[in-house]
């Protein structure tokens, strides 16, 4: 085991230099995070089985994005890998650096190098703070101790997410900016540290339409500048296809299929997949009125999730025998496209 000082100076040094060029920045490995429910009286009455069995790898500089209903597990994904949650089972490894084993001064460097967009700006934003003071606390905290030295950070940030005049936004408070410049200022507290991956929860579900295309441009923009990686988590794939090199689907908790863009949005494979896009707004009013097919019912309980596929209790195309019997193995029907349904065994 590597002592707290050993962690905190590997992770330095990956941080300065390029010693891990060429390999995953993110590698999720067979991840489980379970959360164990209690009875008041009666002790240990099961778990949610919240992220059951997840893999992937995340490169340098990459976009994906996590898509799935309301209850897939999105959200425990995205608080393990920001080190929120512990994971039950498995790992998740940052640059060569397990998860599992921080603590101290090496969890707070981690998380120096992960950004957050969270999904409700206003709520994200302390109404106490004005602009600068929000931006100039992760560098004090972070050991940042020369003023104009934050000054000077606070006010290129700002620039890089297009609140210029700088001066004109640094005094105000959050009640004081419309619902896109918060969300801009959210943007620019999760870059201030110059981290080396962006997790954005939801990040336009609360802008208008009109501003979802300009934070979508400016995320894109700060993630080809800085090379950064990002993990998109959404349940709305019409913004996907713009954003994002990689889908991964998730349902009941489980990676059901991931692919390029275009080959999983032109081609899905997964049952689930295909309810999903069949769900998605179509601007077309011509579509208004045509009735799109869904599956019935609802996502299963997580605490007691059904055997076999988790999605074979509302699946038009289960075999009988196969599916509510057999867990899927993950199949690759075409390159770099990759399902896991027993269609394409």
Not at 128 to 138: G, S
Not at 151 to 178: G, W
Request: charged fraction near 25%; proline fraction near 6%.
């Amino acid at each position: 085991m590597m002592s707290e000082q050993q962690k905190l100076k590997e992770i330095q040094v990956s941080r300065a230099g390029d010693a891990n060029k060429g390999k995953s920045l993110l590698s999720v490995r067979d991840l489980r995070v379970w959360f164990e429910l209690r009875r008041f009286g009666f002790g240990h009455a099961g778990f949610v089985r919240a992220v059951d069995g997840v893999n992937f790898e995340l490169d340098h500089g990459e976009s994906i994005a996590i898509v799935g209903e309301s209850g897939c597990g999105k959200s425990s994904l995205m608080k393990t890998i920001l080190a929120l949650h512990r994971a039950t089972k498995g790992e998740v490894i940052f640059d060569g650096i397990n998860l599992n084993d921080l603590k101290g001064k090496t969890l707070r460097e981690y998380r120096a190098r992960v950004g957050f967009v969270q999904q409700d700006p206003y709520g994200a934003l302390p109404p106490f703070m004005n602009v600068q003071t929000i931006l100039e606390e992760p560098l004090i905290i972070n050991g940042v101790k020369d003023k104009e030295k934050r000054l000077e950070r606070i006010s290129k940030v700002l620039e890089e997410v297009k609140m210029t005049p700088v001066n004109e936004f640094l005094s105000k408070y959050p009640h004081m900016l419309s619902g896109g410049q918060q969300q801009r200022i959210v943007i620019a507290r999760a870059m201030i540290l110059e981290p080396k991956l962006l997790v954005a929860d939801e990040p336009v579900s609360m802008l208008d339409a009109s501003v979802r295309v300009e934070i979508l441009k400016l995320l894109r923009g700060l993630q080809v500048e800085h090379n950064l990686a990002v993990i998109y988590v959404t349940h709305d794939l019409s913004t996907v296809r713009y954003f994002s090199e990689r889908i991964f689907v998730m349902y009941a908790g489980q990676i059901v299929e991931k692919g390029k863009v275009d080959l999983l949005v032109n081609n899905p494979l997964h049952p689930y997949t295909y309810a999903l896009l069949e769900a998605t707004s179509d601007p077309d009013a011509h579509n208004a009125t045509v009735m799109k097919e869904v599956p019935p019912g609802e996502p299963p309980s997580l605490v007691n999730p059904p055997s076999g596929c988790r999605f074979h209790p509302r699946c038009p195309r289960m075999i009988k025998g196969v599916c509510e019997v057999k867990e899927p193995v993950e199949f690759e029907p075409e390159p770099h496209h990759f399902v896991s349904c027993w269609l394409y065994e």
